[in-house]
């Protein structure tokens, strides 16, 4: 992975084998909306520790709601 990141131009130190199961669970979710689903396929128990995985930061709350357009 590390090789990848020199050839991306990605800093090795912000990738982590751990980092792509976050990137999938968001993609999945995405596409299928489903919570229970995803925790199933990540093999979590809880659906409380799956939504670790597909929390919204500020930022993408921000452009959800300019994207809505409901605000002149």
């Known amino acids: ?4 990141c020199a ?4 800093l090795p130190g912000k990738v982590f084998p751990h980092n792509l199961r976050h990137l999938f669970a968001r993609a999945f979710y995405k596409v299928e909306k489903d919570l229970a689903k995803l925790a ?3 093999g979590h128990s809880s659906i409380n520790t799956t939504r670790i995985y597909i ?3 500020g930022a993408e ?12």
């Open 61 to 72: 709350h921000r452009r959800c709601i300019e994207n809505m357009r409901l605000i002149n």
């Open 40 to 42: 199933d396929v990540l």
């Open 7 to 10: 050839e991306a131009g990605v």
């Open 55 to 57: 929390v919204s930061t």
């Open 1 to 4: 992975m590390k090789s990848l």
